[in-house]
């Protein structure tokens, strides 16, 4: 198999992409910024060691804003070869510019032999840009894509474009797209988009933790918040059991959502420092911003990590092991 085309037969790319947990990767950095390749390796692993059932290389937890064109591509052939065909990789492709460039982007990381690669709308349009535009737009991109399968991502930056539940029903129903990371933050905006996208390829993943059981429960095929990067094998469990144990998936989702705030604060970095002390070999350089961990910041990890073995042990999981350098 060609160096371009890494992971193309690692999974079935007709196929229905499999529900359960699908974390937005993060990317490691040595001190001095280089991106730390050992790392990359190391959080694959942890990630499929804690029950992903895929995963989203390239996205905005990745820093990806902060990553060259080069550097993107070498990401994900990286997480691709570490993968092995072991689960599927779903990656971002348009990084703006004209549709022409910006599908060249999307066919580039397809043919890497990813799942999927993901439109980010908000490269397509402006904020004050109606639907319409939207929709044409991303049938530029499939006529000039070939039969690359894609996806579709509400990325919060530089500005979150929610794709309405009309967008959603014609993307689904082209039978090009299999994967949705979904940030609405909205349970009624949610089923709608379930509703719409009924019946096809097109599988919905929800970023909201507040609502990750409700979501579950209402027909989305799986999770993919941020905290999964501090405790992926809780959201695992949440999603292979919330049917069989609604009792236990609801206590579970009151203990995500007290834990989120944990996450959120100073993320990424706070989230690399949660994954160092689970023992995964990583350190906590960035490249979107300055982050501070201040002591503060330190005793609270401390805390989250007592709680999350507590959780761990209560809920009979066994925690993922990061694989050594």
């Not at 999307?106 to 990813?114: A, K, N, P």
């Not at 579950?216 to 949440?238: H, K, M, Q, R, V």
């Not at 009151?254 to 993320?267: D, K, S």
């Not at 300055?290 to 989250?304: F, G, K």
């Amino acid at each position: 198999m060609s160096s371009d085309s890494i992971g193309a037969a690692a999974h079935d790319r007709s196929a229905q992409l499999p529900a359960g947990l699908w974390p937005v990767m993060i990317t490691p950095f040595l001190d001095d910024g280089a991106i730390d390749w050992q790392g990359v390796d190391a959080v694959t692993d942890w990630y499929i060691a804690s029950g992903a059932a895929g995963l989203f290389a390239c996205c905005l937890s990745s820093e990806m804003y902060h990553l060259d064109e080069a550097e993107r591509i070498a990401l994900v052939q990286r997480v691709l070869r570490r993968v092995d065909g072991r689960i599927p990789v779903v990656a971002t492709g348009n990084f703006g510019g004209e549709i022409p460039a910006q599908a060249r982007s999307l066919r580039r990381v397809y043919d890497l032999g990813v799942a999927a690669a993901v439109i980010l709308p908000n490269q397509l349009v402006r904020e004050d840009e109606p639907d319409g535009a939207l929709r044409d737009r991303l049938e530029r991109l499939l006529n000039e894509t070939g039969d690359a399968v894609l996806g579709l991502y509400e990325i919060p930056a530089p500005y979150k474009r929610i794709i309405s539940a009309e967008i959603i029903g014609w993307a689904a129903h082209t039978g090009r797209f299999t994967y949705l990371k979904d940030t609405t933050c909205e349970p009624a905006v949610i089923r709608a988009k379930l509703a719409a996208a009924q019946g096809t390829s097109l599988r919905l993943y929800n970023a909201w933790t507040g609502g990750a059981l409700e979501s579950l429960n209402d027909g989305a095929a799986g999770l993919s918040p941020i905290a999964a990067n501090c405790y992926p094998e809780l959201f695992t469990w949440l999603c292979a059991n919330y049917h069989a144990h609604p009792e236990k998936a609801q206590r579970l989702q009151r203990l995500l959502r007290v834990l989120e705030p944990a996450v959120c604060e100073q993320y990424v970095a706070s989230a690399k420092r949660v994954m160092g002390l689970r023992g995964v070999p990583i350190g906590t350089r960035c490249r979107n911003r300055t982050l501070t961990i201040d002591a503060e910041l330190i005793a609270l990890h401390e805390s989250l990590i007592e709680v999350i073995e507590e959780a761990l042990s209560e809920y009979g999981i066994e925690g993922g092991s990061a694989s050594s350098r």
